[in-house]
């Protein structure tokens, strides 16, 4: 992945690569070697017999091969670490076959939430593990999001930090499969990413070709950057964007974290995004297939981090704002009563044009925008 802003700039690089070619020069009698291996392919794949266990199959750059330092699970961030810890060997790529059994950390089946691996390789016994590859596993078919198509942003205050805060991504979503469009600059110009790939549940792992503008050098050096994108709601995601770099010894992925939500081109955050003429499907007791049309007028706010929106035959649509998350994410939740207080729908997917739920029943519910923006 190749995030323009995040990662040292072709400049610096420059100078560096400058500087080592002259000491190289001036020490002829240590040759320049390059890197161990130039294949940053790294496949992490969840073994078909259902066991909560991976198999990781890659290149690495001698014929020492690794075995399994370490596997820590902290939340849905599986880290696993491999180390060579065979001394003088030789600079010959050779592939390597590991499995991972996963049952100690996460238990005897898979979890619910996807596992966000990654895999952290290290050469020597006292070599520090460097990222080598990464990968969303969601092995039990879960629920599936409906990601809204459109602009998307980084929130501003899920990072402040984060540099990238102000690039914009564009989804375009037909079916199961997505679209994506990355806009940025470097230092040097602007530069678009482009990419297409398969929605599988909630996850989609793509490969972006870059179209920099002309005379934009893009971060890394080459063309390509990897992007996974795991959507926890329709209007929500957490993306994973980054580039290979080369070093003395293998490709290293460069990756940067950040959180991603569809907004409202609104100045307001108090749920007057979400007025306007719906359709509410399913949610007629024993009748799945039901829909009936509701107009929400948002005339009552109760608080800065919740809302409530007065439906036109009595009911409401009220909504829980994460106080963690940024001012303007959309909320994770929202129930929809009766007049009289009765649940009508408990919704745990939002976007500005559909919110997905279920049912006292469980039956699933869905709540549609007709007048979409």
């Known amino acids: 992945m190749r995030p323009w802003s995040v990662f040292p700039v072709v400049a610096a690089l420059a100078g560096w690569l400058v500087a080592a070619l002259i000491s190289t020069a001036a020490q002829a009698s240590e040759p320049v070697l390059a890197p161990y291996s130039d294949s940053p ?20 750059p001698t014929p020492c091969l690794p075995s399994v ?63 080598r590859g990464f990968a969303l596993i969601a092995p039990q078919p879960g629920p599936r999001a409906i990601p809204a198509s459109g602009l998307w942003w980084p929130l501003p205050e899920a990072d402040s930090s984060n540099p990238m805060a102000g690039t914009g991504f564009s989804f375009e979503v037909q079916g199961n499969t997505i679209a994506v469009a990355v806009l940025g600059r470097t230092g040097s110009g602007s530069i678009w ?71 409202p081109f609104a100045e307001r955050t108090d749920g007057t995004a979400w007025q306007g003429d719906w359709v509410l499907l399913g949610a007629t007791p024993g009748q799945p297939r039901s829909a009936r049309q509701l107009r929400l007028d948002a005339t009552s706010f109760i608080a800065v981090a919740n809302y409530r929106i007065n439906g036109d035959d009595g009911s409401v649509l009220s909504c829980e704002r994460d106080p963690e998350a940024a001012k303007v994410a959309p909320p994770k939740h ?25 049912a006292p029943d469980r039956t699933p519910v869905q709540l549609i925008r007709v007048d979409k923006r």
């Open 41 to 60: 392919e790294l496949k992490i794949e969840a073994l078909p017999d259902g066991a909560p266990r991976l198999h990781l199959q890659g290149v690495w």
């Open 334 to 358: 929202c129930r929809l009563n009766a007049a009289n207080g009765t649940l009508i729908a408990d919704f745990d997917s939002i976007d500005i044009n559909r919110l997905d739920g279920y």
């Open 193 to 263: 990413y482009f990419g297409t790939g398969k929605l599988r549940g909630r996850t989609v792992e793509l490969d972006l070709v870059a179209a920099p503008q002309a005379g934009t050098t893009t971060p890394g050096g080459g063309n390509d950057a990897v992007l996974a994108l795991d959507f926890d709601s329709n209007g929500r995601a957490t993306a994973w964007l980054g580039y290979y770099e080369r070093s003395e010894s293998q490709p290293l992925l460069r990756q940067q974290t950040f959180i991603l939500a569809h907004l």
């Open 69 to 131: 330092e370490q596997v820590r699970l902290d939340g849905s961030d599986l880290r696993i670490e491999l180390r060579s810890k065979k001394p003088l060997c030789a600079r010959t790529s050779v592939p390597f076959d590991l499995e991972v059994d996963l049952a100690r950390s996460v238990g005897k089946q898979w979890p619910a939430a996807p596992l966000r691996v990654s895999v952290l390789a290290a050469n020597s016994v006292t070599a520090e593990p460097q990222l």
